[in-house]
Structures are given as structure tokens and as C-alpha cells.
């Protein structure tokens, strides 16, 4: 047997020819988890895509889902289905975070048996995290006339602090990587581990026939790293479709004089997310007597935090004056409800970010986003058109936007105005997939 797969069982299945194709191609969407398990914004981009090919006219659609938690697992089976039919969860094992290697000896045979049971035209990877970037090689072997599509999130394959690109002490923005620099952030690791990290990662990347990129920011970064421009798309993620309630949703009304502008916060509370720079505007505008009214309300928790980072946080809030409302967690079928109570969305984040779910969420509620100046937030939200720029994090300068907001309300429906015609400019996201799809499927150039 191959330290990689079992060969001889690849060219058995080989030999079969696969069942005949009619419509459009059958699509394997892999992601590193299940919305079901976790809800992070790649997980859920990837199920929304999976669900949407799967409903478009001619088309068929399967999942394969990471999970760490055992419970998933059946008599030492690495693939089950707990959830549905069409639905595969992967319970992973033994995986390398710093190489993203998986070294699970079960993966590739039960990969291989389940890619020659569904014969895919495509498999669209996610995410290659809990997968392993060997599983494109797998692939290939298994399955050589398949087309690989990988989505990139975050900078991972760049960054070993999570694919943040920000330093893990200082939390400052890096702007560019190398394997002496990665040493200083990590000096448990040597420049010479980073190069071959890079190269590791590369070397399975060549058999990737197609890269897709929610950003052009990300896109560009990917680019200077090393994958070919030419095997580049940027194609904004798929995301759930508005609620029936919020398919013809208002902008936001004229305040009446002397009431607040509800400004809300939304997703995971991090220091990455920017939520200190959110509070220190806060306290900014509690303490100048001639600042109009603001309320800024936090919709988010932070359980994935430090147990020191919750404990600041908790403290933090304890002070916080009477214009900050922590709302707790919420799920993603609450968000439009949620949204539809505030004016204006607010996103600090200090990290680059890439496409980040709440501003799509925002476009769909037509309410206008405050975003810091950087990476994929301002591509996203065009300063003056679908929302404002305030300088990454600049405290003074976010209570200076909100409070210019606030004094001038009438901007808020102008800028929901701008958000209605940038939707209608874009391209549906689904239909940038399928068509992406097609062509590789057809060889014809991209």
C-alpha cells in the first residue's frame, strides 16, 4: 500500500467508467465543519453554496464536513452521516496545524471509496484545514478527470498565527511574509521550517486546477505567495438568502430629534474583531457632554476567547456607561431581525479581514457599514457609497464617524441607496460558481 492511499484500489475503480453525466456537474463541496457543529462564516458559506448548486436546474450536490468531535464516528468509520443523505462528516483524527498535514491513516482510503461512490465532476474545497492539503492529491489519484476548485479563507497557507497576518504579540498588521520573519513571531521554529512549510503546502497546491477568492485583497496576497494569477477568480462567497421578511426591507428611518443612532456589532467579540476599539469609542462619547446620542449594541459572545481575554471583557463591560447593550449570542436565522433594529453596522476589526459574512448580511438588511480602512472591509464598503472608513484602529476616529452619523441622519438612506445599487451591479455569486464549474468541466479558458 502507498503511504499516501491504496493504489490498487484507486486503479480498480478506475476501470470502471463512471455513470453518465447529464445537466450540469456534480459538485462535492468539502468543509472543514458542519454549520450543524459550528458556525464560523466559511462553514456556513460553504453549506449555503452546497445547498444552493444542489437546488439549481441539473445539478446534484453532496457535502463532506470536518469534524474534531468523536461522537460523529461509527465503528471506527473515518466518513458517516449523521445528518442526511447527501451529507458526509469526516471525524477527524491526528491533524498538523502548523503544515496542514494530515496524518490520519483512515482518511485517504474512506475519501477515495466515497469520491469513486459519488463521482463529482467538481470537488470544491472550502477549506483544506481537518482535510489536509494531501487530499488534493487524492483526488487526482482517485478521480483524474475531476476538476479541484479550493476557496481561500484567511491567509493560512501565508500565517502560522491563524492565518491573521497580524503578530501574536503586538497584534500589529504584517504586511509581508518570509521564513526569517515567521521565526521571529514563532521562535519555537526555525526560518528553515517555515521554508519548507511554504514549500509543503505549495507542492499540493499543483494540483489545484482552479483558486477561488471572496476578495481582491486576498486574491493579490495569494499572488505575491506564489499561486499563478491565471488559476486566480475573485468571486464573492455564497450566502443565505434574505428572510421572507427582509426580501423588501426598508432603510433605515429618520431618527426623531434627541434619539439615539443604533449602531450595531455583530459576530465573534475579539480583540481582532476591534471590540476594544469599539468600547474605547464608546467611552469616547459617554464622556463629551456635547456628542449627540449613540447606542451601541453588541450582538456576539465570546466562548472561543482566552479565559484572560473574557475575564477583561466582563470587567470592561461592568464599566461601560449606559450607550453599550451586550445582547449575547445569536443565531444566523436571527440576524435580519437583529439587523432590522439598528441603523448602522459597525465593524472594527484590527486584522485585514477578507470577505467578511456581516458585511454581506448588511448589503441584504440595506443597512450602511462603519468599517476600519483596510484588507477586504475596504473593498467591501465603499467609502461615501454603502458605507464609511474610519483609520484601523483609531478609537477617537470611530466616535468621530458615529457621532458626525448621528448629527446627520438623513446620510443613513443615502447610503442605503448606494448599498441597493452595488447589489444590483453584482453579479449573483451562485451564478459565478456555476459558471466557474462549467468551464473548467468543459476546458475551456477562464
Known amino acids: 500500500m502507498d503511504s499516501l492511499v491504496d493504489t490498487h484500489f484507486i486503479e480498480q475503480a478506475a476501470a470502471s467508467p463512471a455513470p453518465g453525466r447529464q445537466g450540469g456537474p456534480r459538485v462535492l463541496v468539502c468543509a472543514h465543519a458542519h454549520p450543524r457543529i459550528s458556525k464560523g462564516g466559511a462553514e456556513v458559506a460553504a453549506y449555503e453554496l452546497f445547498r444552493r448548486v444542489g437546488a439549481a436546474p441539473g445539478h446534484e450536490a453532496f457535502l463532506l464536513a470536518g469534524a474534531r468531535e468523536n461522537a460523529y464516528a461509527r465503528c471506527g468509520s473515518a466518513i458517516t452521516q449523521p445528518f442526511a443523505d447527501n451529507e458526509f462528516i469526516y471525524s477527524v483524527e491526528d491533524f498538523d496545524w502548523f503544515n496542514f498535514a494530515n496524518h490520519d491513516r483512515r482518511f485517504p482510503g474512506a475519501l477515495t471509496s466515497l469520491l469513486h461512490r459519488l463521482s463529482p465532476d467538481i470537488v470544491h474545497f472550502h477549506h483544506y484545514a481537518h482535510f489536509g492539503v494531501e487530499a488534493f492529491l487524492h483526488v487526482r489519484r482517485a478521480l483524474p478527470k475531476a476538476r479541484i476548485v479550493v476557496t481561500l479563507h484567511e491567509f493560512l497557507a501565508i500565517c502560522n498565527h491563524s492565518g491573521q497576518m497580524v503578530k501574536p504579540d503586538t497584534f500589529a498588521l ?7 520573519a515567521c521565526s521571529k513571531c514563532f521562535p519555537s521554529r526555525d526560518a528553515a521550517d517555515f521554508f519548507l512549510r511554504k514549500r509543503y503546502v505549495q507542492h499540493f497546491f499543483r494540483f489545484v486546477d482552479h483558486f477561488i477568492s471572496p476578495s481582491a485583497f486576498l486574491a493579490e496576497r495569494y499572488a505575491e505567495w506564489g499561486i499563478p494569477r491565471e488559476k486566480l477568480s475573485v468571486i464573492e462567497n455564497v ?14 428611518a429618520p431618527r426623531r430629534p434627541g434619539t439615539p443612532l443604533r449602531v450595531g456589532f455583530f459576530g465573534q467579540i475579539s480583540r481582532l474583531k476591534g471590540i476594544d476599539v469599539l ?3 464608546a467611552e469616547i462619547l459617554g464622556r463629551d457632554e456635547d456628542a449627540p446620542p449613540v447606542m451601541i449594541e453588541i450582538n456576539g459572545d465570546d466562548s472561543s476567547q482566552t479565559e484572560a481575554f473574557r475575564t477583561r471583557f466582563r470587567e470592561r463591560m461592568e464599566t461601560a456607561g449606559p450607550n453599550v447593550r451586550l445582547n449575547g449570542r445569536y443565531d444566523s436565522d436571527q440576524v435580519d431581525e437583529l439587523m432590522a433594529g439598528v441603523d448602522v453596522i459597525v465593524m472594527p476589526s484590527i486584522w485585514w479581514e477578507n470577505a467578511p459574512v456581516v458585511i454581506r448580511e448588511a448589503i441584504r438588511n440595506r443597512r450602511p457599514v462603519i468599517c476600519s480602512d483596510i484588507g477586504g472591509m475596504r473593498e467591501k464598503v465603499e467609502h461615501g457609497r454603502t458605507g464609511l472608513h474610519f483609520p484601523v484602529g483609531n478609537a477617537p476616529a470611530l466616535a468621530a464617524v458615529l457621532a458626525d452619523l448621528a448629527r446627520a441622519p438623513e446620510r443613513l438612506v443615502a447610503l442605503a441607496e448606494g448599498m441597493d445599487a452595488a447589489q444590483a451591479e453584482a453579479e449573483t455569486p451562485l ?3 456555476l459558471r466557474l464549474y462549467e468551464a473548467l468541466v468543459e476546458g475551456a479558458s477562464l
Open 279 to 281: 468600547l474605547d469609542a
Open 239 to 252: 450566502t443565505a438568502l434574505p428572510m421572507p421578511r427582509a426580501v423588501s426591507v426598508a432603510p433605515p
Open 174 to 180: 504584517c504586511r509581508q511574509s518570509s521564513p526569517v
Open 431 to 433: 451564478a459565478s460558481h
